[in-house]
Each structure stands twice: as C-alpha cells, then as structure tokens.
C-alpha cells in the first residue's frame, strides 16, 4: 500500500522560505511522477508543481514559477518544494500525490494516491 507522509509547514512570514517533503513508502518510488498540491480555506485543490518518475522534466503554476522549486532523492524515496519568496497567498494545506505514471501531470485527477497534507501558513 502506498503511503505518503508530508513535513516541513509551519507559519514564516512573507518574503520568507520553506522547505516541504514528502516520503513514500510501498511501491519503487523511481518508478513514478509525484505532484504538489495546495488547497486554501474555501477554495478547490490546485496544482502546484509536479517532477517527472526520473526528475528531468518539472511542471510549474504560473503562480509559482521562478520562487518554487520540485526536486525528488530517489534513494531516500522522497520529494520536495522548496518555496522561497512567499506571499499571503500560498497559505493552504500543501499534499504530494503520486502518479502511477511516468511523466509529470498538471491534473489532479492523474493522481492516484495522496498525503493528509501539512499546514502552510504565510502573515503579511
């Protein structure tokens, strides 16, 4: 069973950086995609960035671009975000899906299984 575990929120200030990640476990997690998602208070989950199974090829939210960075350890079977740069906006809850699937993907519903997700908190 494929179990995903994110860490690393927590409340920073604007301007300020984080460091999320995300471990899998049950399944060869160099086989697969993984994705970022965030869902603020009220609002629908939306994509965030997302790294192909080998890391060569990353997808971006225009949102995002230039202050995100995904990037995955294939030996310690985990995937990151940093977020540098950030803005009031980004606060929501932040969870990684894998894709059973080699190419990374914008759509949520590519996704097959996820994390409970971890609190990102951004004051102004």
């Known amino acids: 069973q494929v179990q995903l575990v994110e860490s690393g929120g927590g409340l920073v200030q604007a301007g300020g950086s984080l460091r999320l990640a995300c471990a899998f476990s049950?399944?060869?997690?160099?086989?697969?995609?993984m994705g970022w998602f965030r869902q603020a208070p009220g609002k629908e989950r939306e994509f965030v960035a997302a790294?192909?199974?080998?890391?060569?090829?990353?997808l971006y939210a225009d949102s995002v671009k230039g202050r995100f960075t995904i990037s995955r350890d294939n030996a310690k079977n985990t995937v990151y975000l940093q977020m540098n740069s950030l803005k009031p906006e980004a606060t929501a809850v932040y969870s990684c899906?894998?894709?059973?699937?080699?190419?990374?993907?914008?759509?949520?519903?590519?996704?097959?299984?996820w994390g409970q997700g971890t609190r990102v908190t951004v004051s102004s």
């Open positions: 899906a894998v894709r059973l699937g080699y190419s990374a993907q914008v759509d949520r519903s590519d996704y097959d299984y």
């Open positions: 049950g399944r060869t997690f160099s086989n697969y995609a």
């Open positions: 790294i192909s199974r080998s890391g060569g090829s990353t």
